[in-house]
């Protein structure tokens, strides 16, 4: 049994090692420009070196989120000869806004300063 599995390892390796070897194109960091922090960010820019020194990003971030939930149950109870039921009906909403302001202060050092 222990000598099927190593096969089986050995071959997923074997083609793993192949997929990767026939990849057309190296992966890159910020392929098609996605955002990889905050949704709705462009980041075509971000395997591009930056100049030296001191910068400053300001982000506005803007989220509206919404949650409901409903709940209902009956309860039949009897009080002496009398056998009432009881309704409840439980309606919850919630509701948020977020309006942020990111301060993102970076530093870059130069690479002609450092060896």
């Known amino acids: 049994m222990a000598r099927i599995e190593s096969k089986i390892r050995w071959i997923g390796f074997?083609?793993?090692?192949?997929?990767?070897?026939?990849?057309?194109?190296?992966?890159?960091?910020?392929?098609?420009?996605?955002?990889?922090?905050?949704?709705?960010?462009?980041?075509?820019?971000?395997a591009t070196p930056a100049t030296p020194g001191w910068s400053l990003a300001a982000i506005y971030y803007h989220t509206t989120v919404n949650a409901s939930g409903a709940a209902a149950?009956?309860?039949?109870?009897?009080?002496?000869?009398?056998?009432?039921?009881v309704n409840l009906d439980l309606n919850l909403a919630l509701s948020g806004q977020?309006?942020?302001?990111?301060?993102?202060?970076?530093?870059?050092?130069?690479?002609?300063?450092?060896?």
């Open 14 to 46: 074997v083609a793993a090692t192949a997929a990767l070897a026939c990849s057309p194109e190296i992966s890159r960091a910020d392929d098609s420009g996605i955002s990889f922090w905050l949704p709705g960010l462009y980041g075509s820019l971000s």
């Open 73 to 85: 149950a009956a309860r039949e109870f009897q009080v002496g000869r009398f056998s009432p039921t």
């Open 98 to 115: 977020a309006d942020l302001m990111l301060i993102a202060p970076t530093y870059t050092f130069d690479p002609a300063k450092m060896s």
